[in-house]
């Protein structure tokens, strides 16, 4: 009687990554995810690098434009080498749909891993770091006192009988939006923690 092999315990995910190098288009890499770590080829460098000496994972929406939706981006961080960035997006930074659920599903099954293996203390965090973030805050303070008094100029304009209603309610509308889309930003980036077994879907890519 012939014996079956064994069920690979590995899945195979096709992303666009990086290592916090600059680069004008994004790498595309399969990533193989085990219970041991996570191996994948960039830079004509390839290996595995084990879960035991991941330290850190942040999990962080990325702001594709007002008429854009929502990307994610998951930063992996090792005792040792440098960090390995894993985007939803495609190549060139834009939305594509079949990328948003190969990430998702990448990361669900990451932290499934993560959490069976009883790896080490690895810090779960979501947002942005705290400088970025506060100096994120400042710009939406600055922005929203140039396109406030704008609105308000255009919202004067109208009341005033200057302008026709149909004339205003464009450009209120378009700052309205901006301001929308501005406060969005500050939410989903702000900095905290999440536990691993409840991943924080608010950021996911849309």
């Not at 850190?56 to 992996?76: F, K, M, T």
């Not at 509308?173 to 077994?197: E, N």
Request: hydrophobic residues 45%; contains cysteine; neutral net charge.
């Amino acid at each position: 009687m012939q014996v079956e092999p064994a069920p690979s315990n590995e899945t195979r995910y096709t992303l666009c990554v990086g290592n916090g190098a600059a680069r004008l288009k994004l790498a595309e890499a399969e990533l193989t995810l085990s219970d041991e770590g996570i191996a994948y080829e960039l830079d004509g460098r390839a290996g595995l690098r084990p879960f035991a000496k991941l330290t850190g994972v942040r999990l962080q929406a990325v702001n594709g434009g007002p008429r854009s939706p929502w990307e994610a981006l998951a930063e992996l961080t090792f005792s040792s080498g440098r960090p390995l960035f894993v985007h939803s997006s495609s190549p060139w930074g834009v939305d594509d749909p079949k990328r948003d659920t190969v990430f998702t599903a990448f990361i669900e099954d990451l932290h499934r891993r993560l959490v069976a293996g009883g790896h080490g203390p690895i810090a779960f965090r979501r947002g942005i770091p705290e400088g970025r973030h506060r100096f994120l805050i400042v710009v939406a303070l600055i922005a929203a006192v140039v396109f406030g008094g704008a609105g308000l100029m255009v919202l004067y304009i109208g009341l005033s009988g200057r302008a026709g209603f149909f004339e205003v309610i464009g450009p209120l509308i378009g700052v309205g939006g901006l301001g929308f889309w501005i406060l969005a930003s500050v939410v989903k980036s702000a900095p905290g923690t999440y536990d691993p077994r409840q991943l924080p879907r608010d950021i996911f890519p849309e």
